[in-house]
C-alpha cells in the first residue's frame, strides 16, 4: 500500500479524505501443550493475535515453529499487567520468566509449553538472550509506571518491547543487517503507538491514560474527564491525533531506510515488516473517524487486511 510520503494538516495522516476539525497466561498448561509445544503456541497465536497469526503465514514454514514460539512469548509477557490483579503478581510472572530464559539457556527449560517451544527455537537459530531480557525488564517498568509523562520515554518503552521482538524475527532468520535493524526500529515505535491508540477506550475504562502526559497537557485534555465522557472530552482528538503522526513519521522513517531500492525491502526480511500493515489500517481508520479513538469501528477487524498483507508480500514493500 503506498502512501504520501508527507503529513498534510490538520488532521490528515494521508493526505486524502476529510480534513475538517471536529471538536469534540497464560499459566494452563495443559498436557497437550507440553507434549506438543509448537502446537500449543501456534494456538495460543491464533486465539489472541489475529494480526500476528495472519502474518506468520507468510514465513518460510521451517521458521514457522520459531515464530509461533516467539509471538507467544511476547503476547504472554505484554499481557501481564492485565492478566493479575496485584503487582505483586505481576512479578512473580515476570521473575518466572526471567529465570526460565536462563534455564532455556542452559539447556534446561521449565516445563511450560511455550519455554520448551522457546528453547527449540534457540537451537535451530541464534536469539540473542538480551533481547528477551530487555522486553522482560521494560514490562516489569510497566507493572510499575503504567503512564508515560514524556513522548520520549513512550518511544523508549516501544522501541524495548516492540522493537526489539523485531530483532528477534530478524535474528531467528539470520538477518543480522544494520538496515534491516535500523528499519525495524522504526516500525517497532509505529506498531506500538497505533496499538496503544487502537486500546486507548479499553485503557481509559479502567482508570489509565496511554498517552504521554505532555501531550495531553498541550490539548487541555483532562484525564478524569477522558475515563468518564470517553471520545466527547476536550482536547482529545487533537492528542490522538498528535500521537498518531508520530507513529506515521516513523512508519515513513521505516520505508525511508530501503528507498535505495525503491521501497523494496529484502524476500527474505519481508515478512517481519509486514507487521506494518496493521499499523498502516489502524491509522487510516484513525483518519476515517477523525481521531476518535472511542469509535466502536475502531474495534472491529479490517476485512481487507488479509488481501492487504498477501498484496504486500508479494509486491516486496509495505
Given at each position: 500500500?503506498?502512501?504520501?510520503p508527507?503529513?498534510?494538516r490538520?488532521?490528515?495522516?494521508w493526505?486524502?479524505?476529510s480534513?475538517?476539525r471536529?471538536?469534540?497466561?497464560?499459566?494452563?498448561?495443559?498436557?497437550a501443550g507440553?507434549?506438543n509445544?509448537a502446537?500449543?503456541?501456534?494456538?495460543?497465536?491464533?486465539?489472541h493475535?489475529?494480526?500476528?497469526?495472519?502474518?506468520?503465514?507468510?514465513?518460510?514454514q521451517?521458521?514457522q515453529?520459531?515464530?509461533?514460539?516467539l509471538?507467544?512469548?511476547?503476547?504472554?509477557?505484554?499481557?501481564?499487567r492485565e492478566?493479575?490483579s496485584?503487582?505483586t503478581l505481576?512479578?512473580a510472572?515476570?521473575?518466572?520468566?526471567?529465570?526460565?530464559m536462563?534455564?532455556?539457556y542452559?539447556?534446561k527449560?521449565?516445563h511450560?509449553?511455550i519455554a520448551l517451544a522457546?528453547?527449540?527455537a534457540?537451537?535451530?537459530?541464534?536469539?540473542p538472550?538480551y533481547?528477551f531480557n530487555r522486553?522482560?525488564?521494560?514490562?516489569e517498568q510497566?507493572?510499575?509506571?503504567?503512564?508515560?509523562l514524556?513522548?520520549?520515554?513512550?518511544v523508549?518503552?516501544a522501541?524495548?518491547?516492540?522493537s526489539t521482538?523485531l530483532?528477534?524475527l530478524?535474528?531467528?532468520?539470520?538477518?543480522?543487517?544494520?538496515?534491516l535493524a535500523h528499519?525495524?526500529?522504526?516500525?517497532?515505535?509505529?506498531?506500538?503507538l497505533?496499538?496503544?491508540l487502537?486500546?486507548?477506550?479499553?485503557?481509559a475504562?479502567?482508570?489509565?491514560?496511554?498517552?504521554?502526559?505532555?501531550?495531553?497537557?498541550?490539548?487541555g485534555v483532562?484525564?478524569?474527564?477522558?475515563?468518564?465522557?470517553?471520545?466527547?472530552?476536550?482536547?482529545?482528538?487533537?492528542a490522538v491525533f498528535?500521537?498518531?503522526?508520530?507513529a506515521?513519521?516513523?512508519l515513513?522513517t521505516?520505508?525511508?531506510?530501503?528507498?535505495?531500492?525503491?521501497g523494496?525491502v529484502?524476500?527474505?526480511?519481508?515478512?517481519?515488516f509486514?507487521a506494518?500493515?496493521?499499523?498502516?489500517?489502524i491509522?487510516?481508520?484513525?483518519?476515517?473517524?477523525?481521531?476518535n479513538a472511542?469509535d466502536?469501528?475502531?474495534?472491529i477487524?479490517d476485512?481487507?487486511?488479509?488481501?492487504?498483507?498477501w498484496?504486500?508480500?508479494?509486491?516486496g514493500?509495505?
Amino acid at each position: 500500500m503506498v502512501l504520501l510520503p508527507t503529513l498534510l494538516r490538520p488532521r490528515s495522516l494521508w493526505g486524502f479524505g476529510s480534513c475538517r476539525r471536529l471538536h469534540a497466561g497464560s499459566d494452563s498448561r495443559s498436557g497437550a501443550g507440553i507434549s506438543n509445544p509448537a502446537e500449543y503456541c501456534r494456538d495460543f497465536v491464533r486465539k489472541h493475535d489475529y494480526e500476528g497469526y495472519l502474518t506468520s503465514q507468510l514465513y518460510p514454514q521451517r521458521f514457522q515453529g520459531g515464530y509461533f514460539a516467539l509471538r507467544a512469548l511476547y503476547i504472554e509477557l505484554a499481557t501481564v499487567r492485565e492478566a493479575v490483579s496485584q503487582t505483586t503478581l505481576g512479578q512473580a510472572r515476570l521473575v518466572f520468566w526471567r529465570d526460565a530464559m536462563r534455564d532455556i539457556y542452559n539447556n534446561k527449560p521449565p516445563h511450560h509449553p511455550i519455554a520448551l517451544a522457546i528453547h527449540d527455537a534457540t537451537q535451530h537459530s541464534r536469539l540473542p538472550l538480551y533481547h528477551f531480557n530487555r522486553i522482560i525488564e521494560a514490562r516489569e517498568q510497566e507493572l510499575h509506571n503504567q503512564t508515560h509523562l514524556t513522548l520520549e520515554s513512550m518511544v523508549s518503552h516501544a522501541e524495548s518491547t516492540s522493537s526489539t521482538f523485531l530483532y528477534l524475527l530478524l535474528a531467528m532468520l539470520n538477518l543480522p543487517s544494520s538496515t534491516l535493524a535500523h528499519a525495524a526500529s522504526h516500525l517497532g515505535v509505529a506498531q506500538s503507538l497505533t496499538t496503544l491508540l487502537r486500546a486507548l477506550s479499553f485503557h481509559a475504562s479502567k482508570g489509565v491514560m496511554v498517552i504521554p502526559a505532555e501531550i495531553t497537557a498541550k490539548h487541555g485534555v483532562n484525564q478524569q474527564e477522558v475515563f468518564t465522557k470517553g471520545g466527547s472530552s476536550h482536547g482529545l482528538e487533537d492528542a490522538v491525533f498528535e500521537l498518531a503522526t508520530v507513529a506515521n513519521d516513523h512508519l515513513l522513517t521505516a520505508r525511508d531506510t530501503f528507498k535505495e531500492t525503491g521501497g523494496r525491502v529484502p524476500s527474505e526480511a519481508m515478512p517481519v515488516f509486514l507487521a506494518a500493515i496493521p499499523v498502516v489500517s489502524i491509522l487510516r481508520r484513525l483518519e476515517a473517524i477523525n481521531f476518535n479513538a472511542f469509535d466502536p469501528s475502531l474495534q472491529i477487524r479490517d476485512w481487507k487486511l488479509p488481501w492487504q498483507v498477501w498484496r504486500s508480500y508479494y509486491k516486496g514493500s509495505f
